[in-house]
């Protein structure tokens, strides 16, 4: 993993950056590199309400507030920027002004490596609208001033399409710093995470496989 000047993350939910890139984030906090991470909504209309239930649709977005900073607490990151968008709207914002949002972050921020979700390929409306944006504004900069754009794709034909990753992160150094993160969502992740916990004290492959390795694809302008 290289150093990098600053890192920008880009998702829509809280609970997306520890799902698939927060070991790669962990990561860069240990080796010094300052970390951005831009989440547009506050999970509002999530499913999950804990197991057993202990928020109602009124109290989730404050529940779920709370769960991001403490993952950010967990991950080290200190510049947590919520944007204030509804969940399961982002996909009806204004194209230009979600860009113009993402053009103004970089612009601030002048980070080397953004992440974020790759459009096409990561399965929920909120996710392809963010990724389309950061794309959009990266795009839209010079070519020689453009950020590397690192991004997760999970879609069922990501692989047959986009090929296999252009990077593997191993993670495993900071596993434990996932798994904190993802615990920090306990909304969303409690009844997962005690599967998770059966399948990695049976050494699961495949679980152990998951949580090590994260995985990106470089965005093909």
């Not at 509002?44 to 109290?59: I, K, L, S, V």
Request: charged fraction near 25%.
């Amino acid at each position: 993993m290289e150093k990098e000047r600053h890192v920008l993350v880009v998702f829509p939910h809280p609970d997306d950056e520890a799902f698939g890139v927060s070991g790669t984030i962990a990561s860069h906090v240990n080796m010094g590199t300052p970390v951005t991470y831009a989440c547009l909504t506050l999970g509002q209309m999530g499913r999950n309400m804990g197991n057993p239930p202990f928020a109602n649709r009124e109290t989730l977005p404050i529940i779920r507030k709370q769960e991001l900073k403490e993952a950010a607490r967990a991950l080290g990151i200190s510049d947590l920027r919520m944007l204030g968008f509804r969940d399961k709207t982002v996909e009806f914002e204004d194209e230009d002004k979600l860009a113009n949002l993402m053009s103004s972050l970089i612009a601030e921020l002048n980070p080397s490596l953004v992440i974020t979700f790759y459009p096409g390929y990561s399965v929920h409306p909120d996710h392809e609208a963010t990724g389309a944006a950061v794309v959009r504004a990266v795009k839209n900069m010079p070519e020689a001033d453009r950020p590397k754009l690192h991004c997760v794709a999970f879609s069922r034909n990501c692989v047959e399409e986009l090929g296999q990753p252009d990077i593997i992160h191993d993670i495993s150094a900071v596993a434990d710093v996932k798994i904190e993160a993802m615990k920090a969502h306990r909304s969303q992740t409690e009844l997962m995470l005690a599967d998770m916990a059966d399948k990695l004290k049976d050494k699961d492959p495949a679980t152990i496989a998951w949580i090590n390795n994260e995985r990106f694809w470089t965005y093909k302008f």
